[in-house]
């Protein structure tokens, strides 16, 4: 492999980018249900690169803690 594929390899296994299958599944939803909350605008932050929505692992994360509960409530 050159010098430019092992660059390209390498920079798709630490992108911190998911796509939106992908930010589904690490946050345990339906793709669809991903997709409209996108759409409605109360989903996580995204971006559009390409055609492609792309999650950022921080933006997922944030997303989720700022709906956290406390634990006494079920």
Request: hydrophobic share 35%; charged share 30%; aromatic share 8%.
């Amino acid at each position: 492999m050159d010098d430019t594929a092992e660059r390209a390899q390498a920079a798709r296994e630490s992108c911190p980018f998911l796509t939106a299958k992908q930010a589904a599944f690490h946050l345990g939803l339906a793709y669809s249900t991903l997709k409209r909350l996108r759409q409605a605008g109360t989903g996580p932050k995204c971006r559009l690169h390409g055609r492609t929505w792309r999650y950022h692992i921080d933006d997922i994360e944030a997303w989720s803690a700022a709906r956290a509960r406390g634990g006494d409530r079920g």
